[in-house]
């Protein structure tokens, strides 16, 4: 499993307050993160990404992109703009 599945099945067990701690944590050893507005995405070191949104009244929104899936994405859309000079822009 990759480490952006592990973090949404964990964030699924446990409360916001919890799951903000959870995040901060994991935003130490992330590869790279990114603020848009009310969205959070963080990339992991395996390549992985989560989508993170915290809707307010207890609520997290969190989407995960497979290693293998983010090719694809960022074909598209470049939330990691700074972490790819070469070819990929």
């Given at each position: 499993m990759h480490k952006a599945a592990q973090l949404s099945k964990q964030l699924e067990q446990v409360s916001v307050p919890d799951g903000m701690k959870l995040i901060e944590k994991t935003l130490q050893t992330a590869l790279?993160?990114?603020?848009?507005?009310?969205?959070q995405c963080i990339m992991h070191d395996d390549g992985s990404v989560?989508?993170?949104?915290?809707?307010?009244?207890?609520v997290i929104t969190c989407h995960s992109i497979?290693?293998?899936n983010i090719l694809k994405?960022?074909?598209?859309?470049?939330?990691?703009?700074?972490?790819?000079?070469?070819?990929?822009?």
């Amino acid at each position: 499993m990759h480490k952006a599945a592990q973090l949404s099945k964990q964030l699924e067990q446990v409360s916001v307050p919890d799951g903000m701690k959870l995040i901060e944590k994991t935003l130490q050893t992330a590869l790279n993160f990114d603020v848009f507005g009310d969205v959070q995405c963080i990339m992991h070191d395996d390549g992985s990404v989560n989508i993170l949104e915290l809707h307010g009244h207890g609520v997290i929104t969190c989407h995960s992109i497979s290693t293998e899936n983010i090719l694809k994405v960022l074909h598209h859309y470049r939330p990691f703009s700074d972490l790819f000079k070469g070819g990929i822009q």
